[in-house]
C-alpha cells in the first residue's frame, strides 16, 4: 500500500487532504504538533515538529509521497513573528525535504500559495517563495520529485479563527454585524476545501510531477459581494460595517505582481458552490455552539432554517 506523510495533518487543509488520501485507499501517517481531533482508525499520528529532524525522520520512514502542509500561514502571525516565521517555514520546509532526499521519496508535494506573485504578504510570501525555490533546487541537485500547489482562498469546516469567511460568519452569527478592513472592493477567488483536498489528491499522477499548480476554484468574488451574500443568507439585520483604509499585508484585485515560475490553473469539473458551502460553514458554527448571542448586542438572531 502506498504510504504518505502528511505534516500539518491536523489543521484546517491538511486533515482534508488525509481524509482524501484515505478514502482513496493510502496508509496516511499525519505528523503535527498537536493530536488531529478528526483522526481516523486507519491513519497514524505522529505528535511533534517538524524542527525535530528525529521526529521528521521517524516519521517518514516507508513513505513513498510527503504532502507538506506544516508551516506558519496567517499572514498577520507571520507579520508579527518574522523569526519564528523563518524559522519553521524555511529551516522546517528543509528538514522535510532532507528527509525525503535521504529516504528517497517518490513525490515531495509543497502547500504554497498565490502570495508568491504578490508584493504583499511580507515575511508569509518570503518564506513561501524560499520554500518553493528549495523545492525545484532538491529536484535538481538531488533528483527529488516534487508538486507545488499555490492555493487560493479557502473556505470550509474546520476552518480556524484565523480564516477569513469563518470570521465573517462567526462574528454575524455571535454579534449581528461583520466588520471588514478594506473597502470591500478586494477581488478573492474562493476555494472550498473539500474541493481543494481532491485536487491535491489527483497531482499524484505522473502527469503532474516536478509541476506548479494553482487551486483557486471557479468563485471569484469582491469581498463586498461575499458580504452581501452573508447578509442575505443570515437576515437583514446583518449590519455590514466597512474600515476604508488599505487591508494591510493583502492583495487588492490580484496577487499576480511578482514572476516566480509560471504555474498552471487547476480547476475541478465538479466543485462546491460558494452558496452551499456557505451555508455548509453557517451549520458547522451553529452546531459548534459559536453562535451564541453577544450579552451587550441584541440584533443576533437565529438563523433561519438552521436552529
Given at each position: ?25 493510502y ?35 516507508g ?87 499555490r ?24 454579534d ?75 492583495y ?41 448571542e ?14
Amino acid at each position: 500500500m502506498h504510504k504518505v506523510l502528511v505534516t500539518g495533518g491536523s489543521g484546517f487543509l491538511g486533515s482534508h487532504v488525509s481524509d482524501a488520501l484515505s478514502a482513496r485507499g493510502y496508509d496516511v501517517v499525519i505528523l503535527d504538533r498537536e493530536h488531529s481531533p478528526y483522526l481516523r482508525p486507519e491513519q497514524t499520528m505522529i505528535v511533534g515538529d517538524i524542527l525535530d529532524t528525529e521526529i521528521v525522520e521517524k516519521a517518514i520512514q516507508g513513505c513513498e509521497s510527503v504532502f507538506h502542509f506544516a508551516g506558519i500561514a496567517d499572514i498577520a502571525m507571520a507579520s508579527d513573528n518574522p523569526l519564528e516565521t523563518v524559522k519553521v517555514n524555511i529551516v522546517g520546509t528543509t528538514q522535510v525535504l532532507e528527509a525525503a532526499r535521504a529516504n528517497a521519496v517518490r513525490r515531495f508535494v509543497l502547500a504554497s500559495s498565490v502570495y508568491v506573485y504578490s508584493n504583499q504578504g511580507m515575511f508569509y510570501r518570503s518564506t513561501k517563495q524560499a520554500c518553493e525555490q528549495l523545492t525545484q533546487d532538491y529536484q535538481e541537485v538531488f533528483d527529488l520529485p516534487y508538486t507545488i500547489l499555490r492555493f487560493g482562498s479557502l473556505y470550509g469546516p474546520r476552518a480556524g479563527s484565523d480564516n477569513a469567511v469563518r470570521r465573517m460568519l462567526q462574528e454575524a452569527l455571535r454579534d449581528g454585524v461583520i466588520s471588514y478592513q478594506g473597502t470591500g472592493n478586494e477581488v478573492r477567488e474562493y476555494i472550498h476545501v473539500h474541493d481543494a483536498a481532491e485536487t491535491s489528491c489527483d497531482i499524484l499522477s505522473p502527469a503532474y510531477e516536478n509541476g506548479i499548480y494553482h487551486l483557486m476554484g471557479h468563485e471569484r468574488m469582491r469581498t463586498r459581494d461575499m458580504l452581501s451574500m452573508i447578509k442575505e443568507m443570515l437576515g437583514p439585520d446583518i449590519e455590514l460595517r466597512f474600515n476604508e483604509g488599505k487591508k494591510v499585508g493583502h492583495y487588492q484585485q490580484t496577487p499576480y505582481s511578482y514572476a516566480p515560475r509560471t504555474g498552471r490553473r487547476l480547476i475541478r469539473d465538479s466543485y462546491m458552490d460558494l452558496g452551499l458551502g456557505l451555508l455548509q460553514c453557517t451549520e458547522e458554527l451553529d452546531q459548534a455552539g459559536e453562535c451564541v448571542e453577544n450579552a451587550d448586542t441584541a440584533s443576533a438572531k437565529p438563523v433561519k432554517g438552521i436552529r
